[in-house]
T-cell receptor, first 116, second 116 residues
Framework: AQSVAQPEDQVNVAEGNPLTVKCTYSVSGNPYLFWYVQYPNRGLQFLLKYITGDNLVKGSYGFEAEFNKSQTSFHLKKPSALVSDSALYVCAVRVYSGAGSYQLTFGKGTKLSVIP | DTGVSQDPRHKITKRGQNVTFRCDPISEHNRLYWYRQTLGQGPEFLTYFQNEAQLEKSRLLSDRFSAERPKGSFSTLEIQRTEQGDSAMYLC??????????????FGPGTRLTVT
């Protein structure tokens, strides 16, 4: 089955420390991968995507993600966490849903808490 | 670019009543998506439109749910005979179908439905 998994429900990190939010995927063919962030009572905001090319993708707000084909992973990273980064981070993968259509399948999300 | 808007932001209804939500996508986007998100979970795909054509519906979308996009601009999602299990955040997203941003979905703030 085509899917995406976020193994951690919650990640806590101290302000100023590097952060990693994990995502693994299972799709047939070349994966199209995405990260979104969701602040409380807000919709999802696009952070970055991997379609093809460099395995290290840079996105908004200083975030980056590393695509690793052999490990089927697309972990989100930031060198120095800010308190304002505290939010829900959701990984997504484009999956083929038949009849020429593709949809996004989302992970359940990882709640990031940055501690001052 | 005013972003994706949804109305209302919150809706409380009694079981058995009908409700209708509206989504206004980014004006130049011809694809529009509806998702449902429950607490602690990532969004689940419900349906999507390309222009006015509804191209796909998830099996999650029972016959009590119907969506329209009559002129290829705004869309409505109607739930008939609401049940308590329908309580969730209903998210709308839009994207272009071509170009470098074709795979990026931009989300509205959502409509939170509570069925009592």
């Amino acid at each position: 089955a085509q899917s995406v998994a976020q193994p951690e429900d919650q990640v806590n990190v101290a302000e100023g420390n590097p952060l990693t939010v994990k995502c693994t995927y299972s799709v047939s063919g070349n994966p199209y991968l995405f990260w979104y962030v969701q602040y409380p009572n807000r919709g999802l905001q696009f952070l970055l995507k991997y379609i093809t090319g460099d395995n290290l993708v840079k996105g908004s707000y200083g975030f980056e993600a590393e695509f690793n084909k052999s490990q089927t992973s697309f972990h989100l990273k930031k060198p120095s966490a800010l308190v304002s980064d505290s939010a829900l981070y959701v990984c997504a993968v484009r999956v083929y849903s038949g009849a020429g259509s593709y949809q996004l399948t989302f992970g359940k999300g990882t709640k990031l808490s940055v501690i001052p | 670019d005013t972003g994706v808007s949804q109305d209302p932001r919150h809706k409380i209804t009694k079981r058995g009543q009908n409700v209708t939500f509206r989504c206004d996508p980014i004006s130049e986007h011809n694809r529009l998506y509806w998702y449902r998100q429950t607490l602690g979970q990532g969004p689940e795909f419900l349906t999507y439109f390309q222009n006015e054509a509804q191209l796909e519906k998830s099996r999650l979308l029972s016959d009590r749910f119907s969506a329209e996009r009559p002129k290829g601009s705004f869309s409505t999602l109607e739930i008939q005979r609401t049940e308590q299990g329908d309580s969730a955040m209903y998210l709308c997203a839009s994207s272009p179908s071509e170009g470098s941003k074709a795979y990026e979905q931009y989300f509205g703030p959502g409509t939170r439905l509570t069925v009592t």
